[in-house]
């Protein structure tokens, strides 16, 4: 099955089922039932079943589902052979947090170079990834077409337009701003602010307890 037939809320779901497929693997497990993978990524087994058969991995009644083909199966879909090199745009709290964290963990992709506008960051190094200006980001991208955006909400939408026009082709926007982008660049929001928000109201108007 090829991966552009698989419908988008199923291929967004593919991290979460590799992350734990591979740490089952890690543990030595060969298989692995609808119902453990249910509990573990908090997703129904009925939508499990449905994902899964587009991965063309049958689950057998008693037995469940074979973890190396599954991991075979995630790792090319995935492009896990391949680390896919990213760049960070905003050197500060955030930006700082993120070349700090360990992507590579559960996931091939790997922030190469981050910019920003501050001198006194630019020549520096932020858990051993370079800082570059602002200035220079066409001279120093390179290769590089996915990008973080965490810079202060106002920048937003100029710096996008550089990253379009160099030939971004996805951005994961940190940033409250409301960017627009071409048809053809995948542009994905965490505002992590209305994220922590939205749980907020929900735990205040939809207590669990009371559904
Ligand atoms: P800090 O406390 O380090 O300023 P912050 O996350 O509170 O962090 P923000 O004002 O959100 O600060 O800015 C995030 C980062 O984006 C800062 O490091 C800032 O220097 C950088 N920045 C601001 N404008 C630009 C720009 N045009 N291009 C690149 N980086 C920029």
């Not at 680390?83 to 050197?91: K, M, N, R, Y």
Request: net charge positive; no cysteine.
């Amino acid at each position: 099955m090829e991966k552009n037939k698989i419908p988008q809320a199923t291929a967004k779901r593919l991290p979460l089922y590799y992350r734990f497929i591979n740490n089952l693997n890690h543990q030595g497990k060969k298989r692995v039932s609808s119902k453990e993978l249910s509990e573990a990524v908090k997703v129904d087994s009925a939508t499990i079943r449905r994902d899964f058969s587009y991965f063309g991995a049958l689950g057998r009644k008693g037995y469940g589902y074979d973890v190396e083909y599954l991991l075979r199966f995630f790792r090319k879909t995935l492009d896990q052979d391949e680390v896919t090199e990213v760049t960070l745009i905003g050197v500060g709290n955030l930006g700082t947090a993120f070349l700090h964290y360990n992507f590579m963990k559960n996931n091939n992709t790997k922030i190469v170079a981050a910019f920003d506008a501050n001198q006194d960051k630019v020549g520096t190094e932020v858990g051993g990834v370079p800082v570059f200006h602002i200035d220079d980001l066409e001279k120093k991208m390179k290769g590089v077409h996915v990008a973080i955006l965490t810079v202060p909400a106002n920048e937003a939408q100029n710096i996008t337009n550089r990253l379009v026009d160099f030939g971004v082709s996805g951005i994961l926007n940190f940033t409250p701003a409301r960017i627009t982008v071409p048809e053809k660049i995948r542009i994905h929001h965490i505002d992590l602010a209305v994220e922590l928000q939205a749980l907020v109201y929900f735990l205040k108007h939809y207590p669990l307890d009371q559904e």
